[in-house]
């Protein structure tokens, strides 16, 4: 399976700073078709997992413009830039390239 | 709008089945994979299996031969069958709409089930 390193695994954050996510893979997660895929969600408390990130840099429908995605290969970030109350929560990197799917460990955004 | 619903007993005893619904309502389970994750105690997810708009399905190894995904078209329902159930089993578990464009896009607010005597 392709184990997913997530760091930090707690971001103690102030409103309105950046925020930055790691998502490293143990194997590359370029598909055969030319794509890659690795998603980002963010599970706030009591709530389902949303979709944020999707093919490392894609913004989901409505989520705000403070989201990006960057990486390749086995290597991947996602920054907020401004960090809002709304943003806190837990945020996993999963991989949908190969099977079984697999997550990583999550990062608790929190405030500090 | 694309919505789902998990249902199913919040119990279960060790050694028996836990068997979960969920429920679609907006889009027909007979286009694109619908897949059940689950999250633990504290933050771990995991990835269960899907099955897909055929009725295939792939499973994660590590449920190996415990697990089953079926659904009933008519109804608009899939279904998720885990067996010989230990206490590590217990979790929340969701039902979610995998996108073509590769990511979970839609899930369900996610059944909590916990296994005990």
């Known amino acids: 399976d392709v184990v997913m390193t997530q760091t930090p695994l707690s971001l103690p954050i102030s409103l309105g700073d950046q925020a930055s996510f790691s998502c490293r893979s143990s194997?590359?997660?370029?598909?055969?078709?030319?794509?890659?895929?690795l998603a980002w969600y963010l599970q706030k408390s009591g709530l389902s997992p949303q979709i944020l990130i999707y093919r490392i840099s894609n913004r989901f429908s409505g989520v705000p413009d403070r989201f990006s995605g960057s990486g390749s290969g086995t290597d991947f970030t996602l920054k907020i830039s401004r960090v809002e109350p709304e943003d806190l929560g837990v945020y996993y990197c999963?991989?949908?390239?190969?099977?079984?799917?697999?997550f990583g460990a999550g990062t608790k955004l929190e405030l500090k | 709008e694309v919505q789902l619903q998990e249902s199913g007993p919040g119990l279960v005893k060790p050694s028996q089945s836990l068997s979960l619904t969920c429920s679609v309502t907006g889009y027909s389970i007979t286009s694109n994979y619908w897949g059940w994750i689950r999250k633990f105690p504290g933050n771990k997810m995991e990835w269960m299996g899907y099955i897909s708009y055929s009725g295939s399905t792939s499973y994660n190894p590590s449920l190996k031969s415990r697990i089953s995904i079926t659904r009933d078209t008519s109804k608009n329902q899939f279904f998720l069958q885990l067996n010989s159930v230990t206490t590590e089993d217990t979790a929340t578990y969701y039902c979610a709409r995998y996108y073509y464009d590769g990511y979970y896009r839609d899930w369900g607010q996610g059944v909590m089930v916990t296994v005990s005597s």
């Open positions: 999963l991989q949908h390239t190969h099977l079984p799917n697999t």
């Open positions: 194997q590359s997660l370029l598909h055969s078709n030319g794509n890659t895929y």
